[in-house]
């Protein structure tokens, strides 16, 4: 399907999530003239809002109002200290959707990527009310404490690369040539992950301390526990190729998610990266509005 994109700017605001974090939205479309289901867009670990334009702007496209948020401590939401295990994350999730209803998104389906998209699953067992369904790309499966048993082991494994102090056209370049069939609104959503510095260079808008409090809090969830409990649709868009994670295990893992959710859909992105969302944004985009269309959501 080719889609017209219109990439006219979007609007972006902060949001009261009244559980104690005010988080940015991205916004794409009205609810005047975007008729079709309402989607909300989730990040990934040390990602944020912008990553999704691409996927936004598709699904804008096909009639949908779309927002993208920031999580608590990512991009230009607020940073607190502490709240950043799956039920505080899943809370703020759930205070802005709450917010956001008399803005036309009224039980959207909510789509996360990575982290992301077990913040969503988590979201969809305790509080189905809020969504339509889910959407869990490249994530909704992950346990990390199958590959990591040991806490330590999976922080040392998993801690972020060093990347303050770069400077800014380095790591576009960098970006450019591990990405070479990215999209630009890709790119530009990888760079929004940082701050740019006056003196030309960046730093992760995630510090250190905040990004190993998430990977802890995603390290102690365990979605098997939950699957059967699931009321709502959820669609598993996993990723296969050499830049996505755990490939040796994640196609049982997928099957298993399948077999226990009452309601499971899966979509295959091969071969993808991980950021797959990023990676291919309109065929996403398809895949979600034909979900949303053909009676699944």
Known sequence: MNIDVNTSTAQSKLVDTL??????????????THKQTPVVL??????NAMLWEGAALALCALGHLVTAVDLRGHGLSDKPETGYDM???????????REIQ??????????????????????AHTQPELVRGVVCVDGGFLELQNHYPIWDDCAKALRPPKIAGTKIADFRNYMQRAHPNWPETGINGALACMEQLPDGTLRPWLNLERHLMVLRGLWEHHPTHIYG???????????????????????????????????ARVEWFSPADHDLHAQHPERFATVVHAATTDGFF
């Open 42 to 47: 989730v990040h990934g670990l040390a990602s």
């Open 102 to 123: 008399k803005d036309g998104f009224i039980q959207p389906v909510v789509c996360g990527q990575s982290w992301g998209g077990n913040v969503v699953l988590e979201l």
């Open 229 to 263: 409990e699931i009321s709502v649709p959820v669609m598993f868009v996993p990723a296969e190729g050499t830049n996505s994670v755990f490939s040796e295990t994640k196609r049982s893992a997928i099957e298993h998610a399948e077999r226990l959710v009452p309601k």
């Open 87 to 97: 039920q505080t994350v899943t809370q703020d999730l759930a205070g802005l959707l």
């Open 19 to 32: 559980n104690g974090v005010r988080l940015r939205t991205v916004t794409w479309g009205k609810p005047e």
